[in-house]
């Protein structure tokens, strides 16, 4: 079974920053294209940062955040500086099989940007 188990939300201060894990069991991890969705209450989820032969970045956050990945620890991290309350939101790991193009999601983790 797929798990994907995302850690690191909380409540940051405007102007601060956060790191998000993601760590990924049941597939081998060189297999998934890997990515960070982002959600607040009535809205669609939307793409933050997607790796794959290279980093994309929404432009809310370019600049701002970077995606990276730990192929020996299946894990994907998202760098969060210069933090807004418009970051605010649940934030979703994704991973894509490269192969069968399924799609694996994380439980979500929040991040509140507040004084």
């Known amino acids: 079974q797929v798990q994907l188990v995302e850690s690191g939300g909380g409540l940051v201060q405007p102007g601060g920053s956060q790191t998000l894990s993601c760590t990924v069991t049941?597939?081998?991890?060189?297999?998934?294209?890997m990515a960070w969705y982002r959600q607040t209450p009535g809205n669609q989820r939307e793409l933050v940062a997607r790796?794959?032969?290279?980093?994309e970045y929404s432009d809310s956050v370019k600049g701002r955040f970077t995606i990276s990945r730990d192929n020996e620890k299946s894990t994907t991290f998202l760098q969060m500086r210069s933090l807004k309350a418009e970051d605010t939101a649940v934030y979703f790991c994704?991973?894509?099989?490269?192969?069968?193009?399924?799609?694996?999601w994380g439980q979500g983790t929040q991040v509140t940007v507040s004084a």
């Open positions: 994704n991973g894509v099989n490269k192969i069968t193009d399924r799609n694996y």
């Open positions: 049941g597939i081998t991890f060189k297999y998934l294209n």
């Open positions: 790796i794959g032969v290279s980093p």
